[in-house]
T-cell receptor
C-alpha cells in the first residue's frame, strides 16, 4: 500500500524567511504533484514532477524530486503572507488515482 | 472555459437519509474521478470512470456508496443510509486522458447531522 507522509504538518513562519516542506512516499511512482488549497477552496495544481532530479520553480516556490530517496521537497524562498495556505503533495502511481499526503498548513506572519 | 462543476456546493442531511452529489466535468474529458476530503486531511481516492464505466472503484469505503456516469459526461455519487462519518468534502476531478493533468471542482461539502 502506497503511503505518503508530509512534514511538518503545521508551519508558522515570518515573512522573508526560507523554509522547506518534505514529502516522503513508500513505493515507486510515475509522477508527483504539489497542490495548494486555500480555506474552503478546491485544489490548485502547482507542480508536476516526472523524473528523478526534476526541479521546477514558480515565483517563491521551488519543487524537487529524488526518486531514489522517494522524497520530494517544496522550498519557500522569502515567504510572503499571500503564500499562507495548505500545501499537499500527491503521488500518482496509477493514472491520476492519487495518494495524498496529510498536508502542511503554512501560516506566514508579517 | 468552464471548469469542473459540482452541485450542490453544500448539502446538509440527516443520518440515515439518501443523498446524490453531481459532477459536470470539463467538456471532452473522458476520465472522471471522485475523491473525499475529511476535515484536516488530504483527499482520498474513491472511484475512477473512463467513459461510462467505473474502471476502478477500489476507494469506495463500503456498499452504501455508488457512482454512475451513464452517458460518459455527468457523474453522480450516491450515498445510501448516510452516517455522520460520511461528513466531508467530496471532490470531483476530470482529465482529458488518464495521463493528462487533473482539474478539480470546488467540491460538495456534505454534513450529516
Amino acid at each position: 500500500e502506497l503511503k505518503v507522509e508530509q512534514n511538518p504538518l503545521f508551519l508558522s513562519m515570518q515573512e522573508g524567511k526560507n523554509y522547506t516542506i518534505y514529502c516522503n512516499y513508500s513505493t515507486t511512482s510515475d509522477r508527483l504533484y504539489w497542490y495548494r488549497q486555500d480555506p474552503g477552496k478546491s485544489l490548485e495544481s502547482l507542480f508536476v514532477l516526472l523524473s528523478n532530479g526534476a526541479v521546477k520553480q514558480e515565483g517563491r516556490l521551488m519543487a524537487s524530486l529524488d526518486t531514489k530517496a522517494r522524497l520530494s521537497t517544496l522550498h519557500i524562498t522569502a515567504a510572503v503572507h499571500d503564500l499562507s495556505a495548505t500545501y499537499f503533495c500527491a503521488v500518482d502511481n496509477a493514472g491520476n488515482m492519487l495518494t495524498f499526503g496529510g498536508g502542511t498548513r503554512l501560516m506566514v506572519k508579517p | 472555459g468552464a471548469g469542473v462543476s459540482q452541485t450542490p456546493s453544500n448539502k446538509v442531511t440527516e443520518k440515515g437519509k439518501y443523498v446524490e452529489l453531481r459532477c459536470d466535468p470539463i467538456s471532452g474529458h473522458t476520465a472522471l474521478y471522485w475523491y473525499r476530503q475529511s476535515l484536516g486531511q488530504g483527499p482520498e481516492f474513491l472511484i475512477y470512470f473512463q467513459g461510462t464505466g467505473a474502471a476502478d472503484d477500489s476507494g469506495l469505503p463500503n456498499d452504501r456508496f455508488f457512482a454512475v456516469r451513464p452517458e460518459g459526461s455527468v457523474s453522480t455519487l450516491k450515498i445510501q443510509r448516510t452516517e455522520r462519518g460520511d461528513s466531508a468534502v467530496y471532490l470531483c476531478a476530470s482529465s482529458l486522458t488518464r495521463s493528462s493533468p487533473l482539474h478539480f471542482g470546488n467540491g460538495t461539502r456534505l454534513t450529516v447531522t
